[in-house]
């Protein structure tokens, strides 16, 4: 049974970088099949897509972006650690979300989710 | 890119069924049969309900079916139950390699 943790400050400042990690466990982040992705959900609003990447081999492969978050932001993958990680530059308060990290199969659906975590971007 | 559109809020009996749609372009829905609905219950993670327009993952009732027409993707939920009062999201493959989600809507069960 997959799992996926997300872990990071909950708080950060105005100007800022956002860093995530998740923590995948049950299987192989490795897995050629899956791309690894994000989702933020700001309070009370919808979901909103960030990015996904895949793993092709021997290094961090294809990432794919919201193109309204791609100047800012950047994702990879650490297999020997299993994990996968999200940074986001410059943040303001409209990235004030509760943070999602999912097993994304292809670019077509999210299978598997993280439990969220929520990020607060405030002085 | 602009999410797709969903009724913010429908209602129903237990015992009804319902059904939600979510409305796109020729660039994502009508372009893909890469249609996916997500269910979340308050403070909790989406679960996928629905992938690839009308199939069910492992585990979800056969209550809940998908379809699509056009450039607009439908859930329906047979035999509403209180369980069931959540709010859904649909999502599509967009033709850039990307991925849009809607607006949500709240299922209320009376």
């Known amino acids: 049974h997959l799992q996926l943790q997300e872990s990071g400050p909950g708080l950060v400042k105005p100007s800022e970088t956002l860093s995530l990690t998740c923590t995948v466990s049950g299987g192989s982040i490795s897995n050629s099949r899956y791309y690894w992705g994000w989702v933020r959900q700001p309070p009370e609003k919808g979901l909103e897509w960030i990015g996904s990447?895949?793993?092709?081999?021997?290094?961090?492969?294809?990432?794919y972006f919201n193109p309204s978050l791609k100047s800012r932001g950047t994702t990879s993958v650490d297999t020997s650690r299993n994990q996968f990680s999200l940074k986001l530059t410059s943040v303001t308060a409209a990235d004030t979300a509760v943070y999602y990290c999912?097993?994304?199969?292809?670019?077509?659906?999210?299978?598997?989710w993280g439990q969220g975590t929520l990020v607060t971007v405030s002085s | 890119q602009s999410a797709l559109t969903q009724t913010a809020s429908v209602s129903g009996a237990p015992g009804q069924s319902i059904t939600l749609s979510c409305t796109g372009t020729s660039s994502d829905i009508g372009g893909h049969n890469y249609v996916s609905w997500y269910q979340q219950h308050p403070n909790k993670a989406p679960k996928l309900l629905i992938y690839d327009v009308n199939n069910r993952p492992s585990g979800i009732s056969n209550r809940f079916s998908g379809s699509k027409s056009g450039n607009t993707a439908s859930l329906t939920i047979s035999g509403i139950q209180d369980e069931d009062e959540a709010d859904y999201y649909c999502?599509?493959?967009?033709?850039?390699?990307?991925?849009?989600f809607g607006g949500g809507t709240k299922l209320t069960v009376l």
């Open positions: 999912a097993r994304h199969e292809y670019l077509y659906y999210f299978d598997d």
């Open positions: 990447i895949y793993y092709s081999g021997t290094h961090s492969g294809n990432a």
């Open positions: 999502s599509s493959y967009m033709s850039s390699r990307t991925v849009v």
